[in-house]
């Protein structure tokens, strides 16, 4: 086993290459990691989740006087790096940072090599990104009820793109075109880079996707901004209604963001990460730079993530049943 946070890892050095855990000084926060912690991203440096785990590593790096590593391990919709977290020793120097989409691999992947219930502990809720419903320069609407009225008038004949099958951009998206009878056509890509690049050059028409990420093709007028999937407006685009002021009451979608680790992982060690994690997210700087990017910070226990993420699991799964996408 490999040395974990804990007072007697220094003991434990002078008399074996092997370390323990000690619970107490772990859970009473008096210990210091030994050596850098990975932060696993199942997902592109550069994307919206990628954006927002390294603010958060870099905290975590300046309160636990040890760096956070960013390891990024992108593919099969956060899949792998969910994989590589599970088969990691559970002993806190390995985390997962994932994404809503760690509820819908469940329900579309026919044989999924990993349970999100059991091979996992939940740490922290972090944050949440709204989704934006955002259209080419080219289409004639400048609101959703615009928007709704051309794409009725034009079944079939629009693509809507996606960071991917059973990412969060594709129901987001699916739940929009189905409550307003609208017929169009998925396109996945591979990533959220690659899919906002279609829309800006006009290969697709519309999609929702995270804020963080069309932020600047909306800034420089290569999409258009018509709603945002916050229950609120945000603060960054006050005059942008939400989707529920435009016609679809009670609609809320955001791309949730939190902490893993392998479920074996000692409660103590679990309860340290939790309360690190929620220090750094109450801090002026993070909160800041969180802003810009348009997340929410949100925070949690283990015991409300883990609830969290269990309602999460049923509400996704009746949506991919109703959107009928299965992935091999």
């Known amino acids: 086993m490999q040395a974990s946070f804990t007072r007697r890892a220094a003991i434990a050095a002078a008399v074996a290459t092997i370390g323990v855990i000690a619970a107490p000084a772990f859970a009473q926060g008096a210990a210091r990691p030994t050596k850098p912690i990975t932060m696993v991203v199942p997902f592109p440096p550069g994307g919206p989740t990628d954006l927002v785990a390294r603010v958060l590593a870099q905290k975590l790096g300046e309160q636990l006087g040890q760096n956070v590593v960013v390891d990024n391990k992108g593919g099969a919709n956060g899949n792998i790096g969910a994989m590589a977290v599970v088969r990691a020793p559970a002993d806190g120097y390995t ?66 793109g ?112 939790s309360a690190e994690i929620n220090k750094a997210l109450q801090s002026p700087d993070v909160r800041a730079k969180l802003a810009v990017q348009g997340a929410e910070p949100l925070g949690s226990t283990p015991a409300e993530y883990g609830a969290y993420v269990k309602n999460e699991l049923a509400r996704w799964a009746q949506v991919v049943k109703a959107s009928g996408v299965t992935i091999e």
Request: a positive charge; hydrophobic letters at 45%.
């Open 162 to 273: 996606s960071a991917g099958n059973g990412n969060v951009t594709h129901p987001g998206a699916f739940q929009f075109a189905q409550a307003n009878g609208i017929d169009a056509v998925h396109a996945p890509f591979k990533g959220s880079a690659p899919a906002d690049l279609a829309l800006a050059s006009g290969d697709i028409q519309f999609m929702t996707d995270t804020i963080n990420s069309v932020m600047g093709f909306v800034k420089d007028k290569r999409m258009k901004l018509l709603a945002v999937t916050s229950s609120k407006r945000m603060s960054l685009f006050p005059d942008v209604p939400t989707l529920a002021e435009s016609g679809m009451p009670g609609f809320e979608v955001g791309a949730w963001q939190g902490v893993m680790v392998p479920a074996a992982t000692p409660k103590p060690v679990v309860d340290r990460l």
């Open 95 to 160: 985390i997962l940072y994932n994404t809503s989409s760690i509820t819908l691999s469940p329900a579309l992947y026919k044989s999924l090599s990993y349970s999100v219930e059991k091979d996992f502990a939940p740490v922290a809720l972090t944050a949440v990104v709204p989704l934006a419903l955002v259209v080419h320069p080219s289409v004639p609407a400048s609101n959703v009820k615009e928007f709704v009225a051309y794409a009725k008038a034009n079944p079939g004949k629009l693509s809507y």
